[in-house]
Each structure stands twice: as structure tokens, then as C-alpha cells.
Antibody
Framework: QAHLVESGGGVVQPGRSLRLSCAAS????????MHWVRQAPGKGLEWVAG????????SYTDSVKGRFTISRDNSKNTLFVQMNSLRAEDTAVYYC????????????????WGQGALVTVSP | SYELTQAPSMSVSPGQTASITCSGD??????VCWYQQKPGQSPVLVIF???RRPSGIPERFSGSNSGNTATLTISGTQAIDEADYYC??????????FGGGTKLTVL
């Protein structure tokens, strides 16, 4: 059974940086595309970024491009997001999510989610 | 940019059928999936590839997608189905797109 556990959340001042981690277990981490999805308080889900199996390809939503960097360490089964120049509007619960894969092909939906890490950007 | 539109809320009586819609330009040409999220919990996949149910999801959950509208149908709605429901697809970037979510109240 796949398991994802986020860590690294907290309160940070605007303009500062924070790095979130997501520890994966119960599956072959390097065989899956991974994503970060966030949810502002009382709001809906917003996709943040995704990273290919080997980390060579990444993709970002426009609002975080140039400020956030998604990465992974397949040797440690861990997903990261480095968040720089944080803004109040980045306040959210950040989920890591696994993109389903069948026979090596990514399926475009998220079959496992972590419990989330709360990031609060406040003076 | 591509958008998915959902009604913010809807209500249904126990035992009745709830139809939650998600609209987007030529959405029927894309695969749509649906997530259920209860307060304080992470999202759970309930429908993928328009109409397929993951293992463990009750048969009362079904989906369809045609034209500009995808629909999540909950037949014989139960109190435990009260939750927020989100549709999801991909745009051409490719970026993941979520609908704004529909809060389903069972009363």
C-alpha cells in the first residue's frame, strides 16, 4: 500500500523560503510521476507542479514559475518542493500526490495523496 | 487558459440521485477524473478515465463525459457521501486543471 508523508510546513514571513518534503513508501517511487497540489484555506484544489520519473522534466503552474522548484531523490524515495519569495497567497495545505501509472504509462490522475503540510505566509 | 466549471454547491435527499457536473470546452475529448474530499481529509479518487471506479469505491458512484460536460452521478446518495467533489483534467501545456469544486449536502 502506497504511503506519502509530507513534512516541513510552518509559518514563514513574506519573501522568505521554505522547503517541503514528501517521504514515499510502499511502492517503487522512481517508477511514478509525482506532483504537488495545494489548497488555500476554504478554497479548492490547485495543482502546483509535477516532476517526471527521473526528475529531468518538470512543469509548474504559472503563479509559482520561477519561485518554486520541484525535485526528487529517487535513492531516498523523497519528493521536494523548494518555495522561494513566498507570498501571502501561497498560504495553503500542500499535498504530494502520486500520478497513477499502468504498464509504465502515466494515467493522468492521482491515486494516492499525502495528508498535507500547512504553509502559512504571514508577517 | 483552460477552465473547468462546477456549481459551488448542491443538495440532495438521502436515497436520491446526485448529478454533479463539470464543464469545459470540448471536455468530452479529454479524460476526466473525480475526487471526493471530506472536511479535514485528503482527496480520494472516486472516478478515473471518465467512468471507471477504483477498487473500493461503491458502485453507486458512476461517471460520464460527452460534449462539453462531464458528470459524476451518485445513485442512492447516503449521508456519508456529503463532501466536496472536484473534477480534474489536463490542458495542452500539459498542466493539471481542477474544477472549483462542488459542495454536496445530503439532507
Amino acid at each position: 500500500q502506497a504511503h506519502l508523508v509530507e513534512s516541513g510546513g510552518g509559518v514563514v514571513q513574506p519573501g522568505r523560503s521554505l522547503r517541503l518534503s514528501c517521504a514515499a513508501s510502499g511502492f517503487s517511487f522512481s517508477h511514478f510521476i509525482m506532483h504537488w497540489v495545494r489548497q488555500a484555506p476554504g478554497k479548492g484544489l490547485e495543482w502546483v507542479a509535477g516532476i517526471w520519473f527521473d526528475g529531468r522534466n518538470t512543469s509548474y503552474t504559472d503563479s509559482v514559475k520561477g519561485r518554486f522548484t520541484i525535485s526528487r531523490d529517487n535513492s531516498k524515495n523523497t519528493l521536494f518542493v523548494q518555495m522561494n519569495s513566498l507570498r501571502a497567497e501561497d498560504t495553503a495545505v500542500y499535498y504530494c500526490a502520486r500520478e497513477a501509472t499502468i504498464l509504465g504509462g502515466s494515467m493522468g490522475y492521482f491515486d494516492y495523496w499525502g495528508q498535507g503540510a500547512l504553509v502559512t505566509v504571514s508577517p | 487558459s483552460y477552465e473547468l466549471t462546477q456549481a459551488p454547491s448542491m443538495s440532495v435527499s438521502p436515497g436520491q440521485t446526485a448529478s454533479i457536473t463539470c464543464s469545459g470546452d470540448k471536455l468530452g475529448n479529454k479524460y476526466v477524473c473525480w475526487y471526493q474530499q471530506k472536511p479535514g481529509q485528503s482527496p480520494v479518487l472516486v472516478i478515473f478515465q471518465d467512468a471507471r471506479r477504483p477498487s473500493g469505491i461503491p458502485e453507486r458512484f458512476s461517471g460520464s463525459n460527452s460534449g462539453n460536460t462531464a458528470t459524476l452521478t451518485i445513485s442512492g446518495t447516503q449521508a456519508i457521501d456529503e463532501a466536496d467533489y472536484y473534477c480534474q483534467a489536463w490542458d495542452t501545456s500539459p498542466h493539471v486543471i481542477f474544477g472549483g469544486g462542488t459542495k454536496l449536502t445530503v439532507l
